[in-house]
């Protein structure tokens, strides 16, 4: 018998290797921030997905472990939200499928949206045990982004394992890249 | 600035060239979660991950699209379960980042157990038009698999978007895999 044999490969687009400065300590939840919603920019900007960034940080150090962004289009792949892609990477920077270790240091997301319900689910198979979001959930949804069934009970669950949780944090400058996308994406999906 | 550049790739794991008939028409549902719950059973006896498996076909013809197991130790990836590996797989088969055809037919998910919060998720951004669930959350229970936040109004969510969702068909034979691997587990972890 003939075997299918389809290859999943990711991997960032070009741009962040210009944009990106991975020695620096990012310590401020406020850079945190930034650097998540700068990817969500960045992605619009150079036309490589929809409007959602993320990044993930060792607690304390502030070393950047990954980042992400909205891949979904650009790789013909339905599961490559900003959070999803996060997650991958930092797993394979630490060859290990969850970012909690024993010993080192906690690990935190950053996350320029409300996650889906997919990315809400892995957050918690992630190891991460922070995680910070800035549009919320009705943001998206006025740019007819769907989030799926999430519900208040759902981030109570992840509270209630170990993860805190946080939500509007720098929302306006999250809901400024979503306007740019409103804005340009007739340009987007003929591009 | 020494950029840091992580490269994902997921493949099968070798067992599935000798052990999956892509030729064949999977025309009855019994066929269908049939070959989902191999794929959970040959992952574990093949010891490349725990005991979830998967499979999405064309409605109708009975079309095999792609197969998939819970591929998260073997990869070092939280996000690899059984779902999201068939997602991807298909898509990439597909070239697009949605099963959801204008012309073409329907397609459908099978998978050994209730899908996690997670997969649940992206069964709604996936295209799929039908998901058909073995085992049940309570199963996955008992083996110490969390399932995360899903409620009984998920499902809805999904229902009311579309997707028509069966739990518990053959449930029985998908708890045989679960009990294989409880057996089994010892040896797994150590192999």
Chains 1, 2 share one sequence.
Request: aromatic fraction near 10%; proline fraction near 4%; glycine fraction near 8%.
């Amino acid at each position: 018998m003939d075997a299918v044999w389809p290859v999943i490969h990711v991997e960032y687009p070009e741009w962040v290797k210009q944009h990106v400065d991975w020695s620096r300590a990012y310590v401020k939840d406020e850079d945190k921030m930034g650097l998540a919603i700068e990817m969500s920019r960045l992605n619009v900007v150079n036309q490589t997905g929809g409007p959602f960034g993320a990044a993930i940080f060792e607690a304390g150090t502030g070393a950047l472990l990954s980042v992400g962004m909205n891949s979904v289009v650009r790789l013909n792949n339905c599961t490559l939200h900003g959070e999803m892609v996060a997650f991958m990477t930092a797993q394979a920077r630490e060859r290990s499928f969850t970012l909690r270790r024993k010993d080192g240091p906690a690990t935190e997301l950053f996350t320029s949206c409300d996650p889906c319900a997919m990315c809400l689910g892995a957050t918690l198979w992630s190891g991460v045990t922070r995680m910070v979001c800035a549009a919320d959930r009705e943001d998206a949804f006025r740019l007819n982004f769907e989030e799926g069934p999430v519900f208040p009970q759902s981030l109570d669950y992840l509270r209630a394992r170990g993860i805190a949780v946080e939500t509007g944090y720098m929302r306006p400058q999250a809901n400024a890249v979503l306007e740019l996308y409103r804005k340009s994406k007739g340009v987007i999906y003929n591009g």
